[in-house]
């Protein structure tokens, strides 16, 4: 079965740094679009960023631009998220997808891991 396992989360302080990681499991996804979301608490899932295939493009949502930084591994199979200067408001259950279209938007991504939370302390 076709799995995305996201590893990474914790609880840290407000400032502190986290890097999540994602890997498949069943299948190879070098090629494929990568995305990662996150949903609060009572709120709707949200658009965290996305990587392009070949790692030539990136895309942020304005609450995460400069303090989180998407990557793929050498093998583009493995995708993380840095994130540095953590706030209190970037608490989540953050997921990790892959999809055909490099997008913002969750339903473009077909493929999802089980989410790995995030939890800031002020």
């Known amino acids: 079965q076709v799995q995305l396992v996201e590893s990474g989360g914790g609880l840290v302080q407000a400032g502190a740094s986290l890097r999540l990681s994602c890997a498949p499991s069943?299948?190879?996804?070098?090629?494929?679009?990568m995305g990662w979301f996150r949903q609060a608490r009572g709120k709707e899932r949200e658009f965290v960023a996305a990587i392009a295939w070949n790692g030539g493009a990136t895309w942020y949502a304005d609450s995460v631009k400069g303090r989180f930084t998407i990557s793929r591994g050498n093998t583009k199979n493995t995708v993380y998220l840095q994130m540095n200067s953590l706030k209190p408001e970037d608490t989540a259950v953050y997921y990790c997808?892959?999809?055909?279209?490099?997008?913002?938007?969750?339903?473009?991504?077909?493929?999802w891991g089980q989410g790995t939370q995030v939890t800031v302390s002020s």
């Open positions: 069943g299948r190879t996804f070098g090629s494929y679009a």
């Open positions: 997808a892959a999809g055909n279209v490099y997008s913002n938007r969750d339903r473009e991504y077909g493929y």
